[in-house]
């Protein structure tokens, strides 16, 4: 079966870097989305992204975080400079379309943390 | 802004018997309500959804009730088994919406 696959499953970065996490997802999904987990806290919302554009975002996702698909598989979040309050287990999810995103498929997730 | 409640941060259930969720909304705009599970080191699977204009959705060992007079809703697990064991998230969602709301999730331990 099909499924949403992201690297790096942790990734360990200073204060003031950047990082770039990477998501592939399920071939024939048009709906990509990411949200995040800080320890101990619910999973949030971060964007939603269709046709090459972000489509919704979050108060959370400020000028710091950007997304892309800088090809036909890679879905990719890039945080430009990371603070201590980013370190969460950050999820990419995709779904085949809109109306079906309460079925989105959801990655194993990638622990960021930030020192 | 807490628009979905879980409650209880954890629950342990004998095997056998019947496991019950709960969860509140605030929010009385949300077209879904679903329940996601979560077992360690992945991400969340989508377990079971309902829809806003229905009070009842079963599939196979899971039933969810949604009560919109009390914005409450609640998944059963009948019978438990050792492999339901997970963190299990109540979510919800409006239709004109792409985001999913989550709660804080309740840790289901399922005793020998």
């Known amino acids: 079966e099909p499924e949403v696959t992201q690297t790096p499953s942790h990734q360990v970065t200073q204060m003031g870097q950047e990082v770039i996490l990477r998501c592939v997802p399920i071939?024939?999904?048009?709906?990509f989305y990411w949200y995040r987990q800080i320890l101990g806290q619910k999973v949030e919302f971060l964007v939603s992204f269709y046709n090459n554009e972000i489509s919704e975002k979050s108060e959370i996702f400020d000028d710091q975080f950007s997304v892309e698909r800088p090809d036909g598989s890679n879905f990719t979040l890039k945080i430009r400079s990371t603070k201590l309050e980013d370190s969460a287990m950050y999820f990419c999810?995709?779904?085949?379309?809109?109306?079906?995103?309460?079925?989105?498929?959801f990655g194993p997730g990638t622990r960021l943390t930030v020192l | 802004d807490q628009q979905v409640k879980q409650n209880s941060p954890s629950l342990s259930v004998q095997e056998g018997r019947i496991s019950i969720l709960n969860c509140d909304y605030t929010n009385s705009m949300f077209d879904y309500f679903l329940w996601y599970k979560k077992y360690p080191a992945e991400g969340p699977t989508f377990l079971i959804s309902i829809s806003s204009i229905k009070d009842k959705n079963e599939d196979g060992r899971f039933t969810v009730f949604l009560n919109k007079s009390a914005k409450h809703l609640s998944l059963h697990i009948v019978p438990s088994q050792p492999g339901d064991s997970a963190v299990y998230f109540c979510?919800?969602?409006?239709?004109?919406?792409?985001?999913?709301?989550f709660g804080k999730g309740t840790r289901l331990h399922i005793l020998p």
């Open positions: 071939s024939n999904h048009l709906y």
């Open positions: 979510a919800a969602l409006q239709n004109r919406d792409d985001k999913i709301i």
């Open positions: 999810a995709s779904s085949h379309d809109q109306i079906l995103a309460r079925f989105a498929d």
